[in-house]
């Protein structure tokens, strides 16, 4: 069974960046599609990013700001945050293990990460 874990989140002012990482262990991502969610205290879980093989769909509210990637010889999948703002504040989450490519619905994917939490402050 696949882990994931999360790393690089931290404090940051507004219109800084943050890389955020997650890594796979006990295998690999083969291949699946690779989400990365956020969640605000209070709030529900939100899409942010779906890596597919081909391709990655983006939430509107990150379009031209997040930049996700994959290196599938780690491997490990990245998240480059850029121009962060106040409402980018929340954990971040990785996940896999999905049989819908580049779902942005929590509940298709099987495997999570523990988080990270980013905060951008104003």
């Known amino acids: 069974q696949v882990q994931l874990v999360e790393s690089g989140g931290g404090l940051v002012q507004a219109g800084g960046s943050l890389r955020l990482s997650c890594a796979a262990s006990?295998?690999?991502?083969?291949?699946?599609?690779v989400g990365w969610f956020r969640q605000a205290p209070g709030k529900e879980r939100e899409f942010v990013a779906a890596v597919r093989w081909f391709g990655t769909l983006y939430a509107d509210s990150v379009k031209g700001r997040f930049t996700a990637s994959r290196d599938n010889a780690k491997p490990t999948v990245y998240l480059q945050m850029n121009s962060l703002k106040p409402e980018d504040t929340a954990v971040y989450y990785c996940?896999?293990?999905?049989?819908?490519?580049?779902?942005?619905?929590?509940?298709?994917?099987?495997?999570w990460g523990q988080g990270t939490q980013v905060t951008v402050s104003s």
């Open positions: 006990g295998g690999s991502f083969n291949g699946h599609t």
């Open positions: 996940a896999t293990g999905t049989k819908v490519p580049g779902t942005s619905e929590p509940r298709e994917y099987a495997y």
